[in-house]
């Protein structure tokens, strides 16, 4: 653009700063996908939860780098279910949709298993310990260590999604760090609410790249 409206506007282009400044970033560029492409120089690794919806997003982006040359190494899937030491019907069932979902990782990469620790792993002990607890093994959650004991609690009032929204509201934003649940959650308003008003139109839109309304909805989408 900056050549273009040079010519256009003086008659011809001189190189200028401006130019050495995108050359720089050109070869910046080509140094680190070579970087990326070389595998005794650089590992991938792709982090991932055992969700049909984190590991659906997981496997299109293992697919789009091996489509430009770099391979993914690893796959750490973190937060599995570990075995309860007494019958837990929630961990059961979370283990089974575990096992189940896993199945669709990639097969041209190493599985990691993490499994859920009793607290947030924060400092240096425990991100040691969290280290120590790596284990590679076929996709599968049978064998799992005890790390907690898991009940499932359903205490409080439960409520419809669309109960969280005035009526009056045109626009509900949801947002939240990495992982947390927002497009889950985006959704489940967006359909409580175009039942609970049929007359009413309503819109649903992510504006993150990183997932898909797609996969939560168990669907394929257009852009309309």
Do not use: Y
């Not at 190189?15 to 080509?30: K, Q, T, W, Y």
């Amino acid at each position: 653009k900056h050549r273009v409206m040079e010519e256009a506007l003086r008659g011809g282009w001189r190189p200028a700063g401006e130019d050495a400044f995108i050359s720089e970033l050109i070869e910046l560029a080509r140094t680190l996908a070579g970087l990326l492409r070389d595998e005794t120089r650089a590992r991938v690794s792709w982090v991932t939860l055992p969700e049909q919806m984190a590991i659906a997003e997981s496997t299109d982006a293992v697919n789009a780098l091996a489509a430009s040359d770099i391979n993914v190494a690893g796959i750490i899937v973190n937060r599995a279910t570990p075995r309860p030491p007494a019958r837990c019907g929630h961990c059961d069932a979370r283990r089974a949709m575990e096992s189940t979902t896993l199945q669709a990782l990639p097969r041209t990469a190493e599985i990691v298993t993490i499994e859920a620790m009793d607290v947030e792993p924060r400092g240096i002990r425990a991100l040691r310990t969290l280290a120590a607890r790596f284990t590679s093994r076929a996709v599968s959650t049978r064998g799992a260590r005890t790390v907690r004991r898991w009940r499932a609690k359903g205490g409080g009032v439960r409520v419809d999604a669309a109960d969280v929204l005035e009526p009056s509201l045109r626009l509900a934003l949801v947002g939240g760090k990495g992982g947390v649940g927002k497009t889950t959650t985006a959704a489940a308003l967006a359909l409580s609410s175009a039942a609970r008003w049929p007359l009413r139109r309503v819109l649903l839109i992510s504006t993150d790249p990183a997932h898909s309304l797609g996969d939560v909805l168990g669907r394929d989408l257009s852009d309309q």
